[in-house]
């Protein structure tokens, strides 16, 4: 990584993250990114996180596509972030890999495109720790729509299993009495 590289998780306050390694194609890749830079400078203010989100989608897209995609993907996660109940973590800028959350963000645009509504319901809820989903499922759909559109499919295969988010989802502890 170079030194110009925003790297969110050399910031105290941000949880570190495990990383999976995950053979990332186009869309998963842009989704993935996505998400970590704009969550990064949603959290930070550091106008870098977004300018390695509009390359990453420039370079993939052209700036047309991009500019109209970064847009859904704004209200996507404003939609987590302003909804979540936890912390949500990603990985370093330039991580060749995602973290569960990041894994999550991608399996909810995933469902969405594949209208797999269980897998997609539960990975929002654990994705964000509540049931209150609506804005964000709202704002997966028109990331989803506006991928489809610009011909960046995600795979079935990227889709959690409903039963594997739920188990991913944060225990509350309860008060002892």
């Known amino acids: 990584m170079t030194a110009s ?3 969110p998780l050399n910031s105290p306050a941000m949880p570190s993250a495990k990383v999976l390694p995950l ?6 890749r842009l989704v993935g ?3 970590r830079c704009w969550l990064g400078g949603l959290s930070t203010g550091d106008i870098r996180c977004w300018e390695e989100a509009w390359n990453t989608f420039a370079s993939t ?3 047309e596509h991009a500019k109209g995609l970064l ?9 987590v972030k302003a909804n979540a109940d936890r912390d949500i973590e990603i990985a370093a800028s330039g991580c060749r890999g995602f973290c569960r959350d990041e894994c999550l963000a991608i399996s909810i645009i995933a469902a969405s495109q ?3 509504r269980p897998a997609l319901t539960a990975s929002a809820a654990a994705l964000i720790g509540s049931n209150d989903i609506g804005d964000t499922i709202n704002g997966a759909q028109s990331l989803a729509i506006g991928l489809t559109h610009a011909k960046q499919i995600l795979s079935r295969d990227s889709i959690c299993p409903a039963t594997c988010a739920l188990r991913a989802m944060p225990r509350r502890r309860l008060p002892l009495n």
């Open 5 to 7: 590289q925003f790297d």
């Open 23 to 28: 053979p990332a194609r186009a869309p998963e």
């Open 33 to 35: 990114v996505g998400f």
């Open 61 to 63: 897209l052209g700036p």
């Open 71 to 79: 847009m859904d993907l704004s209200k996507f996660v404003r939609a």
């Open 114 to 116: 594949h209208d797999v």
